[in-house]
């Protein structure tokens, strides 16, 4: 089976206008991507501002949005599962998924804004406890038969979504053998993604493969803590191949790096990169 590839739908600052959302919607159709997800944040607050400005478009509304202008699959990598009640992301995912007609990927994280936490009254160091029990919960209405004690008579969303947990550490992993869910890791080096899948072949748990790797090409880099997606067109071909042959399901690109901040077009390197996953062959 062919792997899927997605495109982070850069969701803020310049590029949150509408009509850079629509145009990125339109090239990546022509591009050929499979899947259009987008990430996550409600509330700008001065550690968000940081590393994501302003505008910021909450993702579950965009992609409602964006279901009527593509024929892409959608999805969120990653929504943060404690900003919202686990019975309102069930019942906006089968939404999205009845009013589209496609299945949508639900990417969920823990989250790592404290500020953002606070302002929205959820409390920050409890937030793995919360994102277990929110994930037990959605887990039972992708089963379509909620079974925790306090959903008997439950009726609202059963969704078919595929469920990807995002975090680069042992216990996101752990999560995701544990239920049978794609690992979906943001950022890390070629020897830690190795190291995750030996780590998630030897649990047992069978869970698959769906890493988001941010595009920077430039010049060899020979330094150990390179990560994926970074470095020369070889190395970055390398990673791609090295992922394929890992057994990813998936592959999400994200353009967003200081050069496309700056203004640089990431069109052809998001190109590039596509045509690179579409000729590797990888055995059965």
């Keep these: 089976m062919a792997c899927l590839i997605g495109l982070n739908l850069l ?19 022509d591009v050929g991507f499979d899947l259009l997800m987008t990430s996550d944040h409600v509330v700008i607050t001065d550690d968000v501002q940081a590393a994501y400005p302003a505008p910021f478009r909450e993702p579950f509304t965009l992609l409602a949005w964006a279901s009527g202008r593509t024929g892409m699959s959608l999805g969120t990598t990653v929504a943060v599962l404690p900003y919202r009640h686990p019975e309102l992301v ?19 994280g823990v989250g790592w804004a404290e500020q953002e936490f606070e302002r929205l009254e959820v409390p920050f160091a409890a937030r793995g406890d919360i994102f277990d029990r ?30 990807w947990l995002g975090g680069n550490g042992r216990r996101a992993r752990r999560r995701a053998a544990r239920l049978g869910l794609a690992w979906h890791p943001l950022g890390v080096t070629p020897a830690a993604l190795m190291a995750g899948v030996e780590e998630l072949s030897a649990s047992g748990g069978g869970a698959p493969l769906a890493p988001r790797i941010k595009l920077r090409p430039g010049p060899q880099d020979d330094k150990p803590g390179r990560r ?3 470095g020369s067109w070889e190395q970055i071909t390398a990673d791609l191949e090295l992922t394929l042959s890992l057994g990813a399901t998936h592959i999400v690109l994200d ?25 590797v062959r990888v055995p059965d």
Excluded: K, Q, Y
């Excluded at 039972?140 to 909620?146: D, E, Q, S, V």
């Excluded at 200081?258 to 590039?272: H, I, K, M, S, V």
């Design 11 to 29: 969701n803020f600052g310049a590029e949150a206008d509408l009509g850079a959302l629509s145009g990125s919607i339109v090239r990546a159709e």
């Design 134 to 163: 929110d994930l037990s919960i959605l887990v039972a209405h992708r089963a379509g038969t909620p079974n925790e004690p306090d959903l008997s008579g439950v009726r609202s969303g059963h969704f078919r979504s595929a469920i």
């Design 255 to 279: 353009p967003d790096v200081p050069e496309t901040r700056a203004g640089a077009d990431p069109w052809p390197a998001l190109e590039r990169a596509v045509r690179i996953i579409r000729d």
């Design 228 to 230: 994926l997606g970074s």
């Design 90 to 108: 069930a019942s906006m995912v089968d939404t999205i998924e009845h009013l589209s007609g496609r299945p949508f990927t639900l990417g969920v």
